[in-house]
């Protein structure tokens, strides 16, 4: 990742910017829940951006489903380093 990676922090909403920021979310986000992400596209749409749409499973700890369906990751990159990721609603 970019440095000033630029992150969705989807469980409290905003964005986390940098790598400290974004390594505290995701500990803070996987000692809560249990999420599972299944690429089932790419593209590369008009924004030059590289689009994964992916089947997403979110539990709880206990293993329970809070919620199961499909959105899209896009990532834009800078130097070759993701400089920003967002969550889409899938088509």
Same mark, same amino acid.
């Given at each position: 990742?970019?440095? &000033?990676? &630029?992150?969705?922090?989807?469980? %409290?909403?905003?964005?986390?910017?940098?790598? /400290?920021?974004? !390594? /505290?979310?995701?500990?803070?986000?996987?000692?809560?829940?249990?999420?599972?992400?299944?690429?089932?596209?790419?593209?590369?749409?008009?924004?030059?951006?590289?689009?994964?749409?992916?089947?997403?499973?979110?539990?709880?700890? %206990?293993? /329970?489903?809070?919620?199961?369906?499909?959105?899209?990751?896009?990532?834009?990159? !800078? &130097?070759?380093?993701?400089?920003?990721?967002?969550?889409?609603? /899938? %088509?």
């Amino acid at each position: 990742m970019h440095p &000033d990676v &630029d992150w969705p922090n989807g469980m %409290e909403g905003g964005r986390e910017r940098g790598h /400290a920021a974004v !390594r /505290a979310y995701w500990t803070r986000q996987f000692g809560l829940i249990d999420s599972y992400v299944e690429p089932v596209g790419f593209e590369v749409d008009r924004e030059g951006r590289v689009v994964v749409d992916v089947h997403q499973v979110v539990r709880d700890l %206990e293993g /329970a489903v809070l919620s199961d369906g499909r959105v899209r990751h896009a990532y834009t990159f !800078r &130097d070759g380093l993701v400089e920003r990721m967002d969550i889409e609603q /899938a %088509e």
